[in-house]
C-alpha cells in the first residue's frame, strides 16, 4: 500500500524543510530536563527502560510467529512495515503511553503516529544500512519526526546496533549518493565521508529499552556477523503540523492530543488482526 522508499521524482516535486527543530518541551514528565537538552544538542537520547524485559520477552514471541508468517508468504526479516496498520498489537505499542510520555516530551503534547517497521537483521545477515538521514526519504514537511527504536532483542556492538553521529543534525539535509547493488544496503542511500560530522557513538540497548532520533540524524548499522539476531521495531512520531505527501497521511495516527482541528492525519481505527 505505501512504498517504504518513495522514488526520488516523487520526493523532488514536494518543497520540503529539511531543518532541525528543536524541541521546545520546559517541563517534561518522563524524560529529565538533560535528555531533553541532549536531543537538542546531540539530536538523540538513549537506553530508556519503558518496557519490563518480561512483556517484551512476550513481544519477542510475538514477533517470531509474525516473522515465520510473512516470510513463509515470501516476504523477508526487512519486509514488515507500517505495520500498525494491519496488526493490532503493534498499534498498541506506537500508542502504548509509557512510550508516547518519552515522545511528548521532545514533541509536546499533540502527537502523531504515522510509522512502524521492523528492522530484524537474521544471524551473519551480511546486509548492512547505510549511513543516511531518515529525512531524506520521507514525502514530509517540516522535519519534525521523533523516531523511537524500541529493543526486541537485545542490540550490541556484536550483533550489529545502530551507530549515531552526535550533532550531525544540525547540518541539516546532506547530500547521499545512491546506493550501488554490490553495497549490500538494506535502504537504497549512502552518505558517505561521515567522518567529517564527528565521531561514531554506538547504541547499545536491552530489550525493552529504547531510543529516540531526529530524522535528520546521521545514523547506520553494519552487517551482522554474530550468532545472535538483532531485531528493533522504529516507531514514527511528528507534530500535527507536519504535511505528507504520497498519502502517507493515511497512516498517521493521533496518540495524543488532537490534529489540531484540520483533520489532514486520518486517524485510522486499531486493525481487529493481532
Not at 505505501?2 to 526520488?8: G, H, M, R, S, V
Not at 516470510?71 to 508516547?100: E, F, N, Q, W
Not at 556477523?225 to 531485531?231: E, N, S, V
Amino acid at each position: 500500500m505505501f512504498k517504504i522508499t518513495p522514488d526520488q521524482n516523487e520526493l523532488d516535486a514536494m518543497p520540503r524543510d529539511l531543518r532541525f527543530h528543536p524541541s521546545q518541551v520546559s517541563n517534561p514528565q518522563s524524560l529529565t530536563p538533560e535528555q531533553v537538552a541532549q536531543y537538542n544538542s546531540d539530536g538523540f537520547v538513549k537506553g530508556i527502560r519503558v518496557i519490563p524485559e518480561e512483556d517484551m520477552a512476550e513481544h519477542r514471541r510475538y514477533f517470531d510467529k509474525l516473522l515465520r508468517e510473512v516470510t513463509a508468504a515470501g516476504g523477508d526479516s526487512y519486509s514488515i512495515s507500517t505495520a500498525h496498520l494491519t496488526y493490532g498489537r503493534v498499534y498498541d505499542l506506537l500508542k502504548d503511553s509509557r512510550i508516547v510520555a518519552c515522545v511528548k516530551d521532545l514533541l509536546g503534547e499533540n502527537v502523531i503516529g504515522w510509522g512502524s517497521h521492523y528492522f530484524c537483521k537474521m544471524p551473519h545477515d551480511g546486509k548492512s544500512v547505510a549511513w543516511h538521514q531518515d529525512s531524506s526519504y520521507w514525502p514530509l514537511s517540516s522535519s519534525k519526526t521523533v523516531t523511537v527504536w524500541l529493543a526486541v532483542d537485545d542490540a550490541d556492538v556484536e550483533n550489529a546496533c545502530m551507530w549515531f553521529i552526535p550533532g550531525s543534525h544540525a547540518h541539516g539535509h546532506i547530500d547521499y549518493e545512491t546506493s550501488s547493488d554490490t553495497e549490500g544496503n538494506v535502504l537504497n542511500q549512502t552518505i558517505k565521508n561521515v567522518e567529517q560530522f564527528g565521531e561514531t557513538v554506538p547504541v547499545e540497548l536491552k530489550a525493552g529499552e529504547i531510543s529516540m532520533h531526529s530524522d535528520l540524524l546521521l545514523h547506520g548499522s553494519q552487517a551482522n556477523h554474530a550468532d545472535r539476531r538483532r531485531c528493533g521495531l522504529t516507531l514514527r512520531y511528528c507534530t500535527p503540523d507536519v504535511r505528507a505527501g504520497e498519502n502517507w497521511n493515511l497512516k498517521g495516527v493521533v496518540v495524543s492530543g488532537n490534529d489540531d482541528g484540520d483533520g489532514h492525519w486520518a486517524n485510522p481505527p486499531r486493525p481487529s488482526r493481532d
